[in-house]
């Protein structure tokens, strides 16, 4: 499994419907890319992907609105 790192930028600054915002933007991620889990924390979210899908989820998420950056992110022990 591969991990992506995703930032987003205005809907950070919406206030008291942030989280209204948040659930849209995390619901097309959700159809465009149909990942094996996503969690969204400290206004970022990360998607767990098969590594072999990694290329076409890359792709898929250049198409979606409301993505300021995203990365291919590797865990390491601290």
Known sequence: ???ILIRYAE????GKNR???ERLLINHIRQSVNPE????????II???KSNLI???IAK???VFGIAWFSPVAESPA
């Open 1 to 3: 499994m591969s991990k």
């Open 11 to 14: 809907i950070g600054l919406k």
């Open 19 to 21: 989280k209204d915002f």
């Open 37 to 44: 889990k996503i969690t969204l924390s400290q206004k970022q």
């Open 47 to 49: 998607l767990l992907v």
């Open 55 to 57: 290329n076409q989820t």
């Open 61 to 63: 998420l250049k198409q």
